[in-house]
């Protein structure tokens, strides 16, 4: 798929402006929700979800957190950040590194 520099500067923009909206938290947001990974409540993702354009999520675990943005996906509900993925589908939430989900 070809994209032209009119669009691509387009979709830029878009991205930047939700990442200051969810950051800055300009948007209300859904959450926070509590996730417990591997079942173990001392190892907790926070996620909050943002209604921009395009949705972006928050995801806290321990101190470092995470944008994502929302992405196409054939269930469920899946956000892509830099390095990391979250995708939750039927209740269950799945987040990781980009080579490797949790």
Same mark, same amino acid.
Do not use: F, W
């Given at each position: 798929? !070809?994209?032209? =520099?009119?669009? $691509?500067?387009? $979709? !830029?923009t878009q991205q930047r402006i939700a990442e200051l909206q969810a950051s800055y938290r300009l948007f209300p947001g859904k959450g926070p929700v509590f996730y417990a990974?591997? %079942? %173990?409540?001392t190892n907790e993702l926070v996620a909050t979800f943002f209604p921009t354009d395009p949705p972006t999520l928050l995801a806290e675990r321990g101190d470092s957190t995470s944008l994502m943005y929302q992405q196409p996906a054939a269930s469920g509900t899946r956000?892509?950040?830099r390095n990391e993925t979250f995708w939750?589908?039927?209740g269950e939430a799945k987040a990781g590194d980009? =080579?490797?989900t949790r």
């Open positions: 798929m !070809v994209i032209s =520099a009119k669009r $691509l500067s387009h $979709l !830029v990974c591997d %079942n %173990n409540p956000y892509q950040g939750e589908h039927q980009t =080579a490797r």
